[in-house]
């Protein structure tokens, strides 16, 4: 990150705080965070010094962090669960660990296409899991949109995670909610033929797998590729300069997107904290953060994107309500397993 954009945010950090009518006198709010705490504790200690609303913090992994809310149940000291990925949110919701609010400030903040539809979670920031190519070896027409990956004759080897990865199940759900069923599925089994490997390792390990020459063709998220981008280490500078981001789908829907949110716990003995820090984190100070510094996407339209993820260009994005992921989370998993997607 640049050092004029993080002075630029810290000024911003420390401005009055913005008027809610959900503000709260309770003295603290419980946070359970899939987010790493350097990642999420300068937001934090500004919603304090803003609010006089103290916070306690656990992180985790968003999986282990929903086990735990679920064998907590109504004793669960958590105010807020704060994840990532749409699949994670939308995990929380069915498995009974969130409750609905209502806020004007989030309805106001948040694209509706970006939260639940019941009031369960809201997006506070955005990624696109999109496609990388090997520059010197691949035509960027031949895989400029998901379909085409899939194409018996691509000639290109495909390098992408494990069907148990939570980014992947949320894309084939998406696929299956423009799709249909039995295309998706079609399109799932295409893909796996043109695989270059057995899925494996993280998605910085797709992307560095397409410079080395393992494959031709990646599927990962935005901000893998930005932290590359952004790094001093002449080893992630080369794997740049010879793999380039493609954004799918632009002459149609436009590209993937997802999210990383929060939610009310169930379990919540201070709400209306609860849902002022979410409120927040909605806002302009917060969101101009989430993209300087987490190589994310502002969820709030008001805020445009700064740092390493302006510089990767702007981009049609595909505004399918991601409630539709809820519908089709399980299904996307049956159909991944099925085609050999292991």
Same mark, same amino acid.
């Given at each position: 990150?640049?050092?004029?954009?993080?002075?630029?945010?810290?000024?911003?950090?420390?401005?009055?705080?913005?008027?809610?009518?959900?503000?709260?006198?309770?003295?603290?709010?419980?946070?359970?965070s899939?987010?790493?705490?350097?990642?999420?504790?300068?937001?934090?200690?500004?919603?304090?010094?803003?609010?006089g609303?103290?916070?306690?913090?656990?992180?985790?992994?968003?999986?282990?962090?929903?086990?735990?809310?679920?064998?907590?149940?109504?004793?669960?000291?958590?105010?807020?669960?704060?994840?990532?990925?749409?699949?994670?949110?939308?995990?929380?919701?069915?498995?009974?660990?969130l409750?609905?609010?209502?806020?004007?400030?989030?309805?106001?903040?948040?694209?509706?296409?970006?939260?639940?539809?019941?009031?369960?979670w809201?997006?506070? @920031?955005?990624?696109?899991?999109?496609?990388?190519?090997?520059?010197?070896?691949?035509?960027?027409?031949?895989?400029?949109?998901?379909?085409?990956?899939?194409?018996?004759?691509?000639?290109?080897r495909?390098?992408?995670r494990?069907?148990?990865?939570?980014?992947?199940?949320?894309?084939?759900?998406?696929?299956?909610?423009?799709?249909?069923?039995?295309?998706a599925?079609?399109?799932?089994?295409?893909?796996?033929?043109?695989?270059?490997?057995?899925?494996?390792?993280?998605?910085t390990?797709?992307?560095?797998?397409?410079?080395?020459?393992?494959?031709?063709?990646?599927?990962?998220?935005?901000?893998?590729?930005?932290?590359?981008?952004?790094?001093?280490?002449?080893?992630?500078?080369?794997?740049?300069?010879?793999?380039?981001?493609?954004?799918?789908?632009?002459?149609?829907?436009g590209?993937?997107?997802?999210? @990383?949110?929060?939610?009310?716990?169930?379990?919540?003995?201070?709400?209306?904290?609860?849902?002022?820090?979410?409120?927040?984190?909605s806002?302009?100070?917060?969101?101009?953060?989430?993209?300087?510094?987490n190589?994310?996407?502002?969820?709030?339209?008001?805020?445009?994107? @700064?740092?390493?993820?302006?510089?990767?260009?702007?981009?049609?994005?595909?505004?399918?309500?991601?409630?539709?992921?809820?519908?089709?989370?399980s299904?996307?998993?049956?159909?991944?397993?099925?085609?050999?997607?292991?």
């Amino acid at each position: 990150m640049k050092p004029s954009i993080f002075l630029t945010l810290f000024a911003l950090m420390i401005v009055p705080a913005l008027a809610s009518t959900a503000t709260s006198h309770a003295a603290e709010v419980n946070i359970y965070s899939a987010r790493q705490e350097h990642l999420i504790k300068p937001l934090l200690d500004t919603f304090t010094q803003q609010t006089g609303i103290r916070y306690r913090l656990l992180t985790g992994k968003g999986p282990a962090l929903l086990e735990r809310l679920k064998n907590e149940g109504r004793n669960s000291p958590a105010d807020v669960l704060i994840t990532v990925d749409v699949g994670n949110l939308v995990a929380a919701k069915q498995a009974g660990v969130l409750q609905p609010v209502s806020s004007q400030i989030l309805d106001h903040n948040i694209p509706s296409h970006y939260r639940d539809d019941d009031g369960f979670w809201y997006g506070l @920031s955005a990624r696109s899991r999109v496609i990388f190519y090997a520059k010197d070896r691949v035509d960027p027409a031949r895989v400029d949109t998901w379909e085409k990956l899939a194409e018996p004759a691509l000639g290109y080897r495909v390098c992408v995670r494990s069907s148990s990865n939570i980014y992947n199940q949320s894309l084939m759900a998406a696929m299956i909610a423009h799709h249909g069923e039995e295309k998706a599925l079609d399109w799932a089994f295409g893909l796996v033929k043109n695989f270059g490997r057995k899925p494996q390792d993280n998605d910085t390990g797709q992307i560095r797998a397409v410079a080395a020459g393992e494959c031709d063709v990646a599927i990962a998220n935005t901000y893998y590729y930005a932290r590359l981008m952004a790094s001093a280490d002449p080893a992630d500078q080369q794997v740049v300069e010879k793999v380039a981001l493609l954004w799918p789908n632009q002459a149609g829907r436009g590209t993937h997107m997802n999210l @990383s949110g929060a939610g009310i716990a169930r379990s919540a003995k201070h709400v209306d904290a609860a849902l002022a820090l979410i409120e927040f984190l909605s806002g302009e100070t917060a969101q101009a953060f989430y993209s300087a510094q987490n190589n994310e996407y502002p969820v709030n339209p008001a805020v445009p994107s @700064s740092g390493i993820v302006s510089e990767m260009g702007d981009f049609k994005a595909d505004t399918l309500n991601l409630s539709d992921i809820e519908k089709h989370s399980s299904q996307a998993i049956r159909l991944m397993d099925r085609a050999g997607w292991r």
